[in-house]
């Protein structure tokens, strides 16, 4: 019931090459890293209030965002958008040789996805924190978690946009 929305997580997971794993997954995995170990050993959770309040903000505007984009996507008409649901990637899901159409909507689609989740998570997590006695380190693991979560799909957007950027100007 409901789970339909982890097709888009798979196939995301599916079209990945070895650059994309580096730069989006990696990479945010590391700088999760870095921040429980400051904040566990050298840090205070004073200004992660802040943070949760910054990252809601932040994250409306890229769920707006972005479904705008899966809009134009779906619905524009120009000769370039026309194209790439002709041009073939190396990518496959299964059998199906994907276009790059699919992997620009399987990204987007991934993107809002993620930031929906993040979102519900940064609404219920305070309500969680104030109502049951949560351990300092498993509070700092889930601020970790979180952050990583965050730039992933900051990164996620640089590659969406730009990737969006060169459908438009057709290169």
């Known amino acids: 019931?409901?789970?339909e929305f982890l097709y888009s997580i798979f196939d995301y997971y599916k079209t990945l090459n070895k650059q994309?794993?580096?730069f989006e997954i990696i990479f945010p995995l590391l700088l999760g890293g870095?921040?429980?170990y400051l904040l566990y050993f050298r840090g205070d959770l004073t200004h992660v209030s802040d943070f949760r309040d910054n990252v809601l903000t932040l994250l409306g505007v890229l769920v707006g965002f972005s479904i705008t984009i899966i809009t134009i996507l779906t619905t524009g008409t120009s000769n370039n958008l026309n194209e790439i649901k002709q041009r073939p990637t190396s990518k496959k899901l299964g059998t199906k040789l994907l276009s790059l159409f699919d992997v620009l909507l399987i990204n987007f689609t991934y993107s809002v996805v993620l930031e929906i989740?993040?979102?519900i998570v940064h609404l219920i997590y305070p309500f969680i924190l104030s109502?049951?006695?949560v351990n300092q380190c498993v509070k700092i693991v889930v601020f970790?978690?979180?952050f990583a979560t965050v730039i992933h799909v900051l990164l996620l957007t640089i590659?969406?946009?730009t990737d969006?950027?060169?459908v438009l100007i057709k290169k």
Do not use: V
Request: hydrophobic residues 55%.
């Open 164 to 166: 969006f950027y060169l």
């Open 144 to 146: 970790s978690i979180t």
């Open 131 to 133: 109502n049951y006695e």
């Open 34 to 36: 870095l921040i429980f």
């Open 20 to 22: 994309s794993i580096i």
């Open 1 to 3: 019931m409901y789970t």
């Open 117 to 119: 989740l993040l979102i």
């Open 159 to 161: 590659r969406n946009m």
